[in-house]
């Protein structure tokens, strides 16, 4: 089974005119495909490959780097999640991934290849979810190493309150969240009423 095809058993319908999919299948033809990489190296890997070899605009290379987050969670047993997602009583607000922990604990995860100034859109969307959901775990991924250091500098300062974490994914410290992510359970959709909209992959 091809990637593609992989993503929509999955529950991704239109995998297959997702142009920042079909980059990735070239240099990843299977979900399996070198199974053994890290997370780190999967993703810097096949991210290096299509920037170098295409060139893609910053909306795909956006797409392109939340699709290998996804691919990270479906190599690694990280399911079911919600992506794009709207949360209940979270108005006007969308959340790249959202996992339901067995205590019915939202993990919000945002994505951004760059994080120089999006940080602050990103923490003004944690404060928001943690009005409502008050326990809830707010993980920012990015693919600039030097931001994280930006980030963790402002979290010591204060000045970063309500994003939990902060990770490149070109680091080991992101290996060690999805060994995390990965020893944890997550709720079936069926078994909560948090979610107003949202695709959900990986039943």
């Known amino acids: ?68 987050i996804m691919c990270v969670f479906f190599r690694n047993d990280i399911k079911p999640f919600f992506y794009q997602a709207t949360l209940s009583f979270v108005p006007n607000l969308k959340f790249d991934f959202v996992l339901f922990d067995i205590n019915k604990n939202p993990i919000i995860i945002s994505v951004k ?32 190493n030097e931001s994280i250091r930006f980030i963790d500098r402002k979290k010591q300062l204060s000045e970063i309150l309500y994003i939990d974490e902060a990770y490149s994914a070109k680091e080991k410290t992101f290996n060690q969240l999805i060994k995390e992510l990965s020893n944890l359970d997550y709720i079936h959709p069926e078994k909560i009423d948090y979610v107003k909209e949202g695709i959900f992959l990986g039943d």
């Not at 005119?17 to 299977?30: G, H, T, V, Y």
């Not at 290096?48 to 795909?60: A, D, R």
Request: charged share 25%.
């Open 113 to 144: 290849t760059s994080s120089s100034e999006r940080y602050k859109q990103v923490e003004l969307e944690s404060y928001v979810a943690k009005q409502v959901h008050k326990r809830c775990r707010c993980i920012f991924i990015t693919y600039d």
């Open 1 to 68: 089974m091809n990637l593609i095809e992989y993503f929509q058993n999955q529950g991704k319908k239109n995998a297959n005119s997702i142009q920042a999919l079909k980059l990735i299948e070239k240099f990843c033809p299977r979900i399996d495909y070198k199974i053994n990489l890290s997370a780190s190296q999967f993703i810097t890997q096949i991210f290096n490959n299509i920037e170098s070899g295409f060139k893609p605009s910053n909306t795909i290379r956006g797409a392109v780097f939340e699709y290998l």
